[in-house]
């Protein structure tokens, strides 16, 4: 029976914020929250901070399911680490996903839990195994050459036709009773004697010659006739008219950020500039009572920007509307016009350029 290959990939951020921060980020590609474990020292938690039933055993028990018993190699970095304050974030993936996964841990910026000066650790390390109990945990090769694939997609627009409405005309005879009174004329022909008693006039004999009177009787009758005539006509027909509809929809594309370790080990270590940050922070929003754990992306935001190649010797104005529909995609649940003035500062931190939020508020 073929065993199915697993990995786990495990980095260390400065406090729960940020690693939670890194967790979301990770929903948002595609990775279940069963997958994702934040441990701070005194207890496991999924990024939903529900106890997790596969880390039973306490801190102990985490490193030894992840690190497995005999490995010793990686170990003692990472309770140390724990044991410092700092919060340990682990995915369970496959071994196809473990690439995608350490990406998007490496944006988030994780602790070098290494020994200092040692160029090689980025804070990650990825431990594979297989599904069959027992089996030796080994460290993922660092030195392997990987492609990134840049996607972005195409907006096609086109067109169909399809049935909207329409009417069905029927045409047939029917009969309609009707009536109409007439006013008929009818002849009788009447006869009559009378007795009369007179002298006889010369007249009378030229009328008692032969004679033959013939009277007629007429009657009128109803003659019924009928004409049709076209009174109403129905035409159907169609007409076609143009209109304009506009369609949006999203269309997405890969981005791909290049980062020069080598300049950034000019401007100081990571720790020196989380320093400085905090110092910042307690000068300027000192008294608004909201922690460094909400505005340290931001900080770290505006510092990464400046050392981007498509933001290098721009001003700041200049991109700041690129700049929050960027964060905004990153950070959803942030406001820029909150944490503005902390983008600006860890930006002006490359630049060199004195900010003027550091002064006003």
């Known amino acids: ?49 529900v106890e997790s039933r596969h880390h039973e055993g306490g801190i102990a028990g985490w490193f030894k399911r992840v690190f497995g018993s005999d490995d010793e190699s990686d170990r003692p970095y990472y309770e140390n680490a724990v044991s410092s304050g700092h919060a340990v974030l682990s995915v369970d993936t496959t071994q196809d996903n473990i690439d995608t996964a350490a990406d998007i841990l490496s944006r988030h910026s994780p602790v070098d839990v290494h020994q200092e000066g040692d160029a090689s650790s980025s804070g990650l390390t990825s431990k594979a195994g297989t599904n069959a109990t027992g089996a030796a945990a080994t460290r993922a090769s660092t030195d392997q050459s990987r492609a990134i694939p840049v996607v972005e997609e195409d907006l096609r627009i086109g067109k169909r036709t399809v049935l909207k409405g329409g009417v069905r005309v029927y045409s047939r005879m029917v009969e309609q009773p009707v009536e109409e009174t007439v006013n008929l004329q009818e002849e009788r022909v009447r006869v009559e004697r009378q007795p009369v008693n007179r002298p006889v006039r010369e007249s009378d004999f030229q009328t008692g010659r032969d004679e033959v009177i013939e009277v007629q009787e007429y009657a009128e009758e109803p003659v019924v006739s009928k004409e049709a005539r076209v009174v109403e006509e129905v035409r159907v027909s169609k007409e076609a008219s143009q209109r304009k509809e506009t369609v949006k929809d999203k269309v997405r594309r890969t981005e791909v950020e290049v980062e020069d370790l080598g300049q950034e080990s000019t401007k100081g270590t990571r720790s020196n500039i989380d320093d400085d940050f905090r110092s ?20 770290r935001y505006g510092y990464d920007m400046a050392s981007d190649p498509r933001y290098q010797g721009r001003d700041f104005n200049e991109v700041e509307s690129n700049l929050r529909t960027d964060y905004a995609r990153r950070y959803p649940t942030s406001t820029w016009e909150k944490i503005k003035d902390s983008v600006r500062y860890g930006w002006d931190k490359v630049t060199g350029r004195s900010s003027s939020a550091s002064t006003s508020r």
Do not use: C, K, W
């Open 1 to 49: 029976m073929p065993t199915r290959t697993h990995s786990t990939v495990v980095a260390v951020f400065r406090d729960v914020s940020e690693a939670q921060v890194a967790a979301q980020d990770l929903e948002a590609t595609g990775f279940s929250q069963d997958e994702i474990f934040i441990n701070s020292g005194d207890r496991t938690e999924t990024a939903t901070d």
């Open 280 to 299: 910042h922070f307690t000068n300027y929003y000192g008294t608004a009572g909201d922690t460094y754990e909400n505005y340290a992306p931001a900080y």
